[in-house]
């Protein structure tokens, strides 16, 4: 089974700054099936990006994903105030799926 | 639209049993497989398995297995989650989701679960 470790598991920063979240893999992942989601307190994940840097339909353009092999990295350039929640990573491959254990993005 | 809407929240006892269902809508259910993901309070995501909407063929992840069973009903566009034997470390919010290729593009809107006494 493949295990994904995001880090940091909280990233405390301001609005307006730039955020990077980490994600790697135990063994190498195909581009294909890495994905991102967003979460917001009592409310189901929201898919942000798919295939490691492909945005789902109506994401903003300020939430870019990349990465490749083991480490992958979600990129959120300009914070906005509805950012500050959670994200997690995830693959499927083989019939299997897994997701990290996310990371809190919370106002400094 | 796309529309995946789950059953109401459930309060069991233990060794009781439960099913979920996610009824689907908007789309040819059996062209994307279903898959579940349980969330227990103030904890992440974690994947359960799923279940191919073509062939009925369902995949049980590590640590799901025995007690936990994935079925659908195509006539009615529906997946459940049938747990059994139910525990209290079962409390939590069950999602089910469509997966697209190798993500999932819709949620339902989770069902809350409590086991207790």
């Known amino acids: 089974e493949i295990v994904l470790t995001q880090s940091p598991g909280t990233l405390s920063l301001s609005p307006g700054e730039r955020a990077t979240l980490s994600c790697r893999a135990s063994?190498?992942?195909?581009?294909?099936?890495l994905a991102w989601y967003q979460q917001k307190p009592g409310q189901a994940p929201r898919l942000l990006i798919y295939g490691a840097s492909s945005r789902a339909t109506g994401i903003p353009d300020r939430f870019s994903g990349s990465g490749s092999g083991t480490d992958f990295t979600l990129t959120i350039s300009r914070l906005e105030p509805e950012d500050f929640v959670v994200y997690y990573c995830q693959q499927y491959g083989s019939s299997t799926g897994t997701f990290g254990q996310g990371t809190k993005v919370e106002i400094k | 639209q796309v529309q995946l809407v789950q059953s109401g929240s459930e309060l069991k006892k233990p060794g009781a049993s439960v099913k979920v269902s996610c009824k689907a809508s908007?789309?040819?259910?059996?062209?994307?497989?279903m898959n579940w993901v349980r969330q227990a309070p103030g904890q992440g995501l974690e994947w359960m398995g799923g279940?191919?909407?073509?062939?009925?063929?369902?995949t049980n992840a590590q640590g799901f297995t025995g007690r936990f069973v994935f079925s659908l009903d195509t006539s009615v566009t529906t997946a459940y989650l049938q747990i059994s034997s139910l525990k209290a470390e079962d409390t939590a919010v069950y999602y089910c989701a469509r997966r697209v290729i190798n993500s999932y593009d819709y949620w339902g809107q989770g069902t809350l679960l409590t086991v207790s006494s």
């Open positions: 063994q190498s992942v195909s581009s294909t099936s």
């Open positions: 908007g789309y040819t259910f059996t062209k994307f497989a």
């Open positions: 279940i191919n909407t073509n062939t009925g063929n369902p």
